[in-house]
């Protein structure tokens, strides 16, 4: 059974930085396209934003809102995928979930980021 477990988040000022951790088990990670959401305060699930990916490769992509500010990246010897998130802005606050096979796929229990201004 698939099971993936974020950590990292908690309270920034603004223009501040976090680490998103993402540990899997059950599954390999490089073997599979991995995703950040966010669901910001007060959306559904099915308004969760794709915020970014890493696919078998390695390669990247983001979403324009955190494009620049932004890093995916995996250690395959740790099964663990990273975001690194740097000048954070309060409209970054969200809960932040891992993901792997896609909105029918497997997510964590999410990890809770809060920007104040």
């Known amino acids: 059974q698939v099971h993936l477990v974020e950590s990292g988040g908690g309270l920034v000022q603004s223009g501040g930085s976090l680490r998103l951790s993402c540990v899997a088990s059950?599954?390999?990670?490089?073997?599979?396209?991995t995703y950040w959401y966010r669901q910001a305060p007060g959306k559904e699930r099915e308004q969760r934003e794709l915020?970014?990916?890493?696919?078998?490769?390695?390669?990247?992509t983001y979403s324009d809102s955190v494009k620049g500010r932004f890093t995916i990246s995996r250690n395959n010897a740790k099964n663990t995928v990273y975001l690194q998130m740097n000048s954070l802005k309060p409209e970054d606050t969200a809960v932040y979930y891992c993901?792997?096979?896609?909105?029918?796929?497997?997510w964590g229990q999410g990890t809770q980021v809060t920007v104040s201004s």
């Open positions: 915020v970014a990916s890493i696919n078998i490769p390695g390669w990247p």
């Open positions: 059950g599954t390999y990670l490089h073997q599979r396209t």
């Open positions: 993901n792997c096979g896609g909105s029918g796929g497997f």
